[in-house]
């Protein structure tokens, strides 16, 4: 199981951003995959869940009406399209995969991630 994150970069405050995490390895649609960020010296949140079946798609208070997670049409990938960005965005983000619960869970109970994207939202 691999997963290999890009899309991040350097955007305006407002601007749009997507993020891919194509996945190697196995189907996506066989596991929980979410997506994690890690702003600088805070701990990892939480911010988007789409479970095996397409259900349970979660979107913590920090990326409700702004943010999408959705997979692409084989089931190999899945994106997470970030609209209206804020500084406060700005975070290394990671995918994971885990295939215990279809919710979004803590990140411990992720055995798999990538290697994380940069996304920084400039004033």
């Known amino acids: 199981v691999q997963l290999v994150e890009s899309g991040g970069g350097l955007v305006q405050r407002g601007g749009s951003l997507r993020l891919s995490c194509p996945a190697s390895?196995?189907?996506?649609?066989?596991?929980?995959i979410s997506w994690f960020r890690q702003p600088p010296g805070k701990e990892r949140e939480g911010i988007a869940n789409?479970?095996?079946?397409?259900?349970?798609?979660c979107y913590p208070d920090s990326g409700k009406g702004r943010f999408t997670i959705s997979p692409n049409s084989a089931k190999s990938s899945v994106y997470l399209q970030m609209n209206s960005l804020r500084p406060e965005d700005t975070a290394v983000y990671y995918c994971?995969?885990?295939?215990?619960?279809?919710?979004?869970?803590?990140?411990?109970?992720?055995?798999?991630w990538g290697q994380g994207t940069q996304v920084t939202v400039s004033s």
């Open positions: 994971a995969a885990q295939c215990s619960v279809s919710i979004l869970a803590r990140a411990s109970a992720y055995p798999y």
């Open positions: 390895g196995f189907r996506v649609n066989d596991y929980t």
């Open positions: 789409i479970s095996n079946n397409d259900e349970n798609i």
